[in-house]
């Protein structure tokens, strides 16, 4: 499907759920509670984390430790889950996206490594599969910088331009750890500022993920990922369309 097409349905269905009712809040903070929950659990098993769906909601929810599960998962799901709170309350007073916040970000996200949290990589890295390496340490502060002022004057579809922010990002590589996940929390805090919902990159759609930024060194477009973000965001409009459809419904029973 034509990426344009895509927006304009993601659109369309924007201005179909603000005719809705909205959810009280113990209906949203449930949901809220669900999404973090299993985004947690994909954004780190991405990365590689042991812990299951069940496991990470009984860590992050209940404050419970598993049973022969490194401590190190258990601190990545405290971590990823802190630091998903702090994006949902930067929306709320959204600004534009700085180093300051990235690095505050990231610092949540590495809870369990107190000398790299929050501060770009000073060593050279690799990334496994990837045709293009990383810039050197010395070169990141100027990339990020110019990142995010590219970031800010770009007048394209905000799922457009955040989409290409994170491969972008990625391909920086700014940290020694964590950039996935912060990557993540980033593009989703991008998100909500824009007036969209957060979107849940699958464990289970990883290998499409990795897909997205080969494409990107192969052809210097984002649009497979773009469509990526596109189709997430679509079926999180549609959930929730589907949910305040039903309580319209009900209302007007």
Same mark, same amino acid.
């Given at each position: 499907?034509?990426i344009?097409v895509?927006? !304009?349905?993601i659109?369309?269905?924007r201005? @179909?759920l603000?005719t @809705?009712?909205s959810?009280? *809040?113990g209906e949203?903070?449930?949901?809220?509670e669900?999404?973090?929950?299993?985004? &947690?659990y994909?954004?780190?098993?991405?990365?590689?984390? &042991?812990l299951t769906?069940?496991?990470?909601?009984?860590v992050?929810l209940e404050?419970? %430790? #598993?049973?022969k599960?490194?401590?190190k998962?258990?601190?990545e799901?405290?971590?990823?889950s802190?630091?998903?709170?702090y994006?949902?309350a930067?929306? =709320?007073?959204p600004?534009e996206?700085t180093e300051? %916040?990235?690095k505050e970000?990231?610092a949540?996200?590495?809870?369990? +490594?107190p000398?790299?949290k929050g =501060?770009?990589? +000073?060593?050279p890295?690799? #990334?496994s599969?990837a045709?293009d390496t990383?810039p050197?340490?010395d070169r990141v502060?100027?990339?990020?910088k110019?990142?995010? !002022?590219?970031y800010s004057?770009d007048?394209?579809h905000p799922i457009e @331009?955040?989409?290409e922010?994170?491969i972008?990002?990625e391909?920086?590589?700014?940290f020694i750890?964590? $950039?996935?996940?912060?990557g993540r929390?980033?593009?989703?805090?991008e998100?909500i500022k824009a007036g969209?919902y957060p #979107? +849940?990159?699958?464990? =289970?759609?990883?290998?499409?993920y990795i897909?997205?930024f080969?494409?990107? *060194?192969? &052809?210097?477009?984002?649009t497979?990922?773009? *469509?990526?973000?596109a189709r997430?965001e679509? +079926?999180?409009?549609s959930?929730?369309?589907?949910?305040l %459809?039903? @309580? *319209?419904?009900?209302? $007007?029973?």
């Amino acid at each position: 499907m034509d990426i344009h097409v895509l927006l !304009d349905e993601i659109d369309s269905l924007r201005a @179909k759920l603000e005719t @809705k009712p909205s959810l009280n *809040e113990g209906e949203a903070k449930r949901l809220r509670e669900q999404f973090a929950v299993e985004y &947690t659990y994909n954004s780190n098993a991405i990365e590689g984390n &042991t812990l299951t769906l069940h496991e990470t909601a009984l860590v992050v929810l209940e404050g419970l %430790t #598993i049973d022969k599960k490194p401590i190190k998962d258990h601190l990545e799901a405290i971590g990823h889950s802190h630091a998903y709170d702090y994006v949902v309350a930067l929306s =709320k007073a959204p600004e534009e996206l700085t180093e300051r %916040t990235i690095k505050e970000v990231h610092a949540l996200v590495l809870m369990e +490594d107190p000398i790299n949290k929050g =501060k770009y990589r +000073d060593v050279p890295v690799q #990334i496994s599969g990837a045709l293009d390496t990383p810039p050197p340490p010395d070169r990141v502060p100027i990339e990020m910088k110019r990142l995010l !002022d590219d970031y800010s004057t770009d007048k394209r579809h905000p799922i457009e @331009k955040i989409a290409e922010f994170h491969i972008l990002f990625e391909r920086i590589h700014p940290f020694i750890d964590g $950039n996935g996940r912060t990557g993540r929390l980033l593009l989703n805090l991008e998100l909500i500022k824009a007036g969209f919902y957060p #979107i +849940d990159v699958k464990f =289970k759609d990883r290998g499409q993920y990795i897909g997205c930024f080969r494409s990107f *060194e192969e &052809t210097g477009n984002a649009t497979q990922f773009v *469509e990526m973000v596109a189709r997430y965001e679509l +079926d999180e409009l549609s959930k929730y369309l589907s949910i305040l %459809t039903a @309580k *319209e419904s009900s209302m $007007n029973g």
